[in-house]
């Protein structure tokens, strides 16, 4: 299974500061349609998942663009520009190029 | 606007069955390949399985931990979609959700407890 590998897996940041999570897989996540399926998700406490950024660097609908998703091959980020008080939760990777599908292990963002 | 919503789950013994259900709307269903993502307590997420779409030939595939005692179908005709979970064991337990696609779209979730 291909390993996905985020740091760091606590981020306590100050309100209007940017933040930054990084993500790895142990393989390339280029697809043979030449596709990377590097997928980014937000959980906020007790809610259910929802996805923000798909293929590496497309946000979903209703995302804010202070988020945004870079990266290729194997190495992979997720940027928030300044941080609000709603951004509070746990945020995964996920590659969809491989099966199984795998999530990295989740970091917490907190307000300092 | 899309909705998934799971039910189904429950209090179950170790060895014991259940079966998850998730009624979608607002999108075209059977065009959809559809999977189930777990959440143990206090843990991370973790891909279950998926179901391609009939048009994709319907086939499925399980992650590991769950091979050969969950089983993941589809009624179109009802837009809904299923988990048969067999032989269930305590680590089994975890908040269930049903996804859209890759993550598109996400149910509340349902949780399953498996204890005696």
């Known amino acids: 299974d291909v390993v996905m590998t985020q740091s760091p897996l606590s981020l306590p940041v100050t309100l209007g500061q940017p933040a930054s999570i990084s993500c790895r897989s142990s393989q390339s996540l280029v697809y043979s349609d030449g596709n990377i399926y590097l997928n980014w998700f937000q959980q906020r406490p007790g809610q259910s998942p929802r996805r923000l950024i798909y293929k590496v660097s497309n946000r979903d609908s209703g995302v804010p663009d202070r988020f945004s998703g870079s990266g290729s091959g194997t190495d992979f980020t997720l940027k928030i520009n300044r941080v609000e008080a709603e951004d509070v939760g746990v945020y995964y990777c996920?590659?969809?190029?491989?099966?199984?599908?795998?999530f990295g292990q989740g970091t917490k963002v907190e307000i300092k | 606007e899309v909705h998934l919503v799971e039910s189904g789950g429950g209090l179950v013994k170790p060895g014991g069955s259940l079966r998850l259900s998730c009624a979608a709307s607002g999108f075209t269903f059977s065009h959809a390949w559809m999977s189930w993502v777990r959440q143990a307590p206090g843990k991370g997420l973790e891909w279950v399985g998926r179901?391609?779409?009939?048009?994709?030939?319907?086939?499925?595939d399980y992650a590991e931990p769950v091979k050969g005692r969950f089983t993941i179908s589809r009624d179109d005709s009802k837009s809904t979609l299923y988990l048969q979970m067999n032989s269930l064991k305590t680590e089994d337990t975890a908040v269930y959700y049903c996804?859209?696609?890759?993550?598109?779209?996400w149910g509340q979730g349902t949780l399953v407890t498996v204890s005696s």
């Open positions: 179901i391609k779409s009939k048009p994709d030939d319907g086939t499925t």
């Open positions: 996920m590659q969809a190029t491989h099966w199984p599908r795998t």
């Open positions: 996804t859209s696609g890759q993550g598109d779209d």
